[in-house]
């Protein structure tokens, strides 16, 4: 860990008037005496109420190190989890802070409605006064909108611009290649959400998983198929 970076990421957190400086380390970093100690002394020297929320991507999915987590709640930082993967904050803090990547490779995911929800019924679960939402999959814009207005009206929008099928085609035709196959599409387009005829938003998956198995040669073929298959009801 090296505290002249840390030094200089706090200077431009203390520029842009930020209180939360967040440090994100290697997944191959694990947190040994001297790197608990460097965080200490950075937490330390941080100036009036700015927190770090560190995420210790060594320690993904299980128990941080008992010197880790006890040093980073005595100096009231923030353990940065991930909602959507079910993980919860193993610090306790007046603040959360979860990174949204999504259940998918890297940040390739978009959320349904059905995860929103879970996210949010996650963040009220604890005890934090305040919560931040920080989307990082490849539609984090689209799914930030989306859940901010779920928050503020209870209402989540369509994901898309039309729905059922044709909000299918809507997805897949600015980047699936054809011919192809159902698996293909299943893996490389799966994760995208569509809007439903009833108003639902779900994964591109749900619909092409009732594709045969076979090869698919265009886009108008697969809405064929996809109308001879029956009523879009999921």
């Not at 803090?93 to 959320?111: A, H, I, M, P």
């Not at 799914?143 to 044709?166: H, I, K, Y």
């Amino acid at each position: 860990m090296t505290t002249d970076a840390l030094a200089r990421d706090g200077a431009i957190a203390r520029a842009l008037n930020a209180d939360i400086l967040v440090l994100e380390t290697p997944r191959d970093l694990e947190f040994g005496r001297d790197e608990v100690r460097a965080l200490e002394d950075f937490s330390a020297a941080l100036p009036g109420r700015m927190k770090i929320a560190l995420e210790a991507r060594a320690y993904e999915g299980r128990s941080l190190p008992r010197p880790l987590a006890s040093a980073l709640r005595d100096a009231g930082g923030i353990d940065v989890v991930d909602l959507s993967k079910g993980d919860r904050p193993r610090v306790e803090s007046d603040v959360s802070y979860t990174r949204l990547l999504g259940k998918g490779e890297q940040n390739v995911w978009e959320f349904s409605d059905e995860e929103l929800r879970e996210i949010d019924t996650a963040s009220r679960s604890g005890s934090a006064g305040r919560m931040v939402f920080a989307f990082h999959g490849v539609r984090m814009y689209k799914d930030a909108a989306r859940f901010l207005e779920f928050r503020s009206s209870g209402m989540l929008p369509p994901a898309t611009r039309t729905r059922g099928q044709r909000a299918l085609e809507e997805v897949l035709a600015p980047d699936a290649r054809f011919p192809t196959t159902r698996d293909a599409l299943l893996r490389d387009h799966g994760w995208k959400v569509i809007a439903l005829d009833d108003g639902r938003n779900v994964h591109a998956s749900k619909v092409l998983s009732r594709l045969p198995i076979g090869p698919v040669g265009s886009l108008a073929d697969l809405g064929r198929v996809l109308a001879r298959v029956g009523p879009w009801t999921l």
